[in-house]
């Protein structure tokens, strides 16, 4: 499996020296106080999905991204499959079920997000085959997933900056479960439709099949898109001043 993954993290770049600036309706917590926590990322979710640049943190929902390749060639899918301007829905509407390691000292750190619906819709290309069938296209897709709870772990260190503390992300892991997957290519096999409609009916009678091929490509690209929207923010705003005093 091979995974390249380009994302657009739209983020205005802010002068440095002067302390970050939340904005108003943003809730901050004290360190280790885990209910507020989840609350607080909660809402973050809910009312800033369109980004604070001043703490850089990127949009959320949708997500772009720009381009991202899933090259899967042993196992039963073997597939090339091109995705190209995508963007990635639902997280507005997340809800944080776990939160831990937000200490005075970070080393490890976890988050847990359950996203009632989580759609991947954009451009794609594929070529291949899935199962034992055939599959060619290009045109647009939506993949989506219901209940899909995903598990981040990531592991890090204070370092020193300029004179302040930030957080560095290092090892950063993410799993994820869904309910349910729907798959829906528009305009496979040159636009045939009569095959294209039974390829869809196809792909999503066997979608748990399929899903699980393709969990390890999902959870690469979620991991690299949840290591860059976290290290953006680490990288942007001094470990302390992510707390109330
Ligand atoms: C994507 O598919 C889901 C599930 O079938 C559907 O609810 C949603 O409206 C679709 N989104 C778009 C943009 O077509």
Known sequence: MKLQIALLLTVAIIGTGSAAKFPNAFSRCKQEDGNCLLEAVTATFRNFHKGVPEIGLVPLDPLR???????????????????KKVDLGGFREAQIKKINGFTSNPTKME???????????????????????????EGNSNMTMVNCDISLKWTGKLVEKSGQQFYQVDKFKVHFDTSRFYMDFSNLFNGDKALGDNMNVFLNDNWQDILKELKPA???????????????????????ELYLA
């Open 65 to 83: 991204i720009d381009k991202m390749d899933i090259v899967q060639g042993d196992g039963p899918i073997n597939i090339v499959l091109n995705f």
């Open 111 to 137: 988050m847990n997000i359950l996203v009632p619906v989580a759609s991947l819709v954009g451009g794609y290309r594929i070529n291949g085959k899935v199962l034992i069938l055939p599959i060619q296209g």
């Open 218 to 240: 999902i959870s690469a690209a979620f991991t690299k898109i949840f290591q860059a929207v976290v290290s953006n923010v680490f990288n942007k705003v001094p470990y302390n």
